[in-house]
């Protein structure tokens, strides 16, 4: 069922467009069925959760984090993860960076937008978005040249580690000469953050036409942030039930579960 659904889906999507499989609430036998038809991205929302399956899963998995992050959890997130999507707050972010600025690492985050209807939902305004991209300053130039935005994670990390191992290279083990290529016109802030675009979702609703006018909103702050800075390069929006709509709506990510998965399990 894992292994059909997933081919159906990406005979579907559009090239360019990646598929996280929402694997939160599933066992692990769920998720090597995905695994073994070639899913490599992988998100979690609950930090005990990605924390307990992550040693379970082949090392080459990509994993991303997509629920609310309390700050007194980062431990159980960061060292694993390749993007967290869903940094809701200034709070979160700085506490990001200061993890990051710890660890000698680079950490690729996307900004979550208040999208829906519902007061529940975390996130920040469009206008706050816009201050902290230009308070925080391209993310990934260096040295006045730009470069895309770069998902490096704990694979890129092992792999690196391995080859000072095996060179001799000091210095390099969690990288330390990354952190400081990026941090040239970056606020001493956030040099350890690295702000790759925004992440969304759409009121909870049936009606798509709802759907549709929220994800022109975060579309037209997308784009805007694209014209400000080029190298804000992802849009996650998207899921089961409503994610041909969030392509429409250039969409870069979309975060899949049910249509994969079946029901959770809880």
Not at 107 to 127: C, D, R, Y
Not at 241 to 255: F, I, Q
Request: proline letters at 5%; hydrophobic letters at 40%.
């Amino acid at each position: 069922m894992v292994a059909k659904a997933l081919e159906s889906l990406r005979a579907t999507l559009p090239v360019g467009v990646e598929l996280v499989a929402v694997s939160k609430f599933h066992p692990v036998e769920r998720l090597m069925e995905a695994y073994d038809a070639g899913q490599r991205i992988f998100a979690e929302s609950r930090p005990q959760e990605l924390a307990a399956k992550v040693p379970q899963m082949p090392q080459d998995v990509k994993w991303h984090f997509i629920g609310h992050l309390q700050t007194n959890k980062l431990k159980l997130v960061l060292p694993y993860v390749d993007l967290v999507q869903s940094v809701d707050s200034l709070h979160l972010l700085q506490a990001i960076n200061a993890w990051g600025a710890a660890n000698g690492r680079i950490i690729n985050v996307l900004l979550e937008l208040h999208l829906g209807a519902e007061e529940t939902k975390q996130g920040f305004s469009a206008e706050e978005i816009l201050s902290i991209v230009s308070w925080a300053g391209t993310p990934s130039e260096t040295h006045g040249h730009p470069r895309p935005c770069k998902r490096e994670g704990p694979a890129d990390w092992r792999a690196r580690e391995q080859a000072c191992l095996v060179t001799g290279t000091t210095g390099c083990g969690r990288g330390l000469s990354e952190a400081k290529e990026v941090s040239e016109g970056v606020p001493a802030q956030l040099k350890n953050i690295r702000i790759c675009g925004l992440m969304g979702m759409a009121t909870n609703t049936d009606d798509m036409e709802v759907v549709e006018r929220d994800f022109e909103r975060i579309e037209r702050l997308f784009l805007e942030l694209q014209a400000v800075n080029p190298q804000i390069t992802e849009l996650s929006i998207g899921m089961s039930g409503d994610w041909p709509v969030a392509v429409r709506h250039h969409a870069t990510m979309v975060r899949i579960g049910t249509d994969i998965f079946g029901p959770r399990e809880y």
